[in-house]
């Protein structure tokens, strides 16, 4: 029986939709209260509808820090406290290395890299009252060092870089760091799937389990296990929920 997530209170960036989605989704299926904050008001407004008063959402840029203070203090003065963060958010353009600008840098590790580092260190006066989790967000793409993914892989590895050191930091405050890489149908990976089917053929092939994951019922339960007290001796670690294409030790 998995542990249920009652009494957790948890910020999940990009939380209205995609992965995010199924993770705000599956958490608080699972008894915890969710702070969802992403740019996308429709799909926010549309979650805030089906889950009622388990979520609340806030539209805002994770690039821009007032966002993640924002979040915590929602956290705190509507649920009482914070247990965990799932810094799920993440934008970037994929192109080759040389034609790379420096906006698309910045989009990347603005909306990945400093958004991860700004809601660690913002939920952190909270997060060492009690203990908490921290899921951070990793990609193949990173590990695989995948053609024209230069600038998103370097700030997913970082985030890894970061959250190892992190989960040594904070260990003495019982804060746990831990890293999902996922692999998971969303209306993207769908719109990119009709768009390049053959492209989408080869990524099929090249998954031992021989699917694209499922938000909410693949990759979500991974991240309520590490929210979770069924994980407490689990910090520093890299969890792959990609049915198998990456090996990560
Ligand atoms: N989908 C996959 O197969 C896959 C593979 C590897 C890694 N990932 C990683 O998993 C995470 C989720 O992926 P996804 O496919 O659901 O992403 P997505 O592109 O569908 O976006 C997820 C959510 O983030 C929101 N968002 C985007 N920019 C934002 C910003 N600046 N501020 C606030 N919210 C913002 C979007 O509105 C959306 O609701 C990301 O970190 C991604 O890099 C996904």
């Not at 040389?98 to 400093?114: H, I, K, P």
């Amino acid at each position: 029986m998995a542990e249920t997530l009652n009494d957790k209170v948890v910020i999940v960036t990009g939380g209205a939709a995609g992965i995010g989605g199924g993770i705000t989704r599956t958490l608080v299926a699972r008894g915890a209260k969710v702070v969802a904050v992403d740019i996308n008001d429709d799909a926010g407004a549309a979650l805030e509808q089906e889950l009622g008063d388990s979520v609340v959402f806030i539209s805002g840029d994770v690039s821009k820090p007032e966002t993640a203070a924002q979040a915590v203090d929602t956290a705190v003065s509507t649920f009482g406290r914070l247990n965990g963060v799932v810094n799920n958010a993440h934008a970037s353009r994929q192109k080759p290395f040389t034609d790379l600008e420096q906006a698309d840098w910045d989009l990347s590790f603005g909306t990945g890299f400093e958004a991860t580092k700004n809601f660690m260190l913002a939920a952190y006066p909270q997060l060492k009252t009690a203990g908490g989790s921290i899921v951070n967000f990793c990609s193949g793409a990173g590990i695989n060092g995948q053609p024209t993914q230069a600038a998103y892989a370097a700030a997913k590895e970082a985030i890894r870089g970061l959250s190892r050191v992190v989960a040594n930091e904070w260990a003495a405050d019982n804060i746990r760091v831990n890293v999902v890489g996922p692999m998971a149908m969303t209306e993207g990976v769908q719109k990119w799937s009709e768009a390049a089917p053959e492209l989408y053929q080869q990524s099929l092939q090249r998954i031992p389990l021989g699917r694209f994951g499922d938000p909410e019922t693949d990759v979500a339960p991974v991240v309520a296990f590490l929210i979770s007290d069924d994980s407490k001796y689990v910090t520093g670690q890299t969890i792959m929920a990609d049915g198998g294409t990456n090996k990560v030790y």
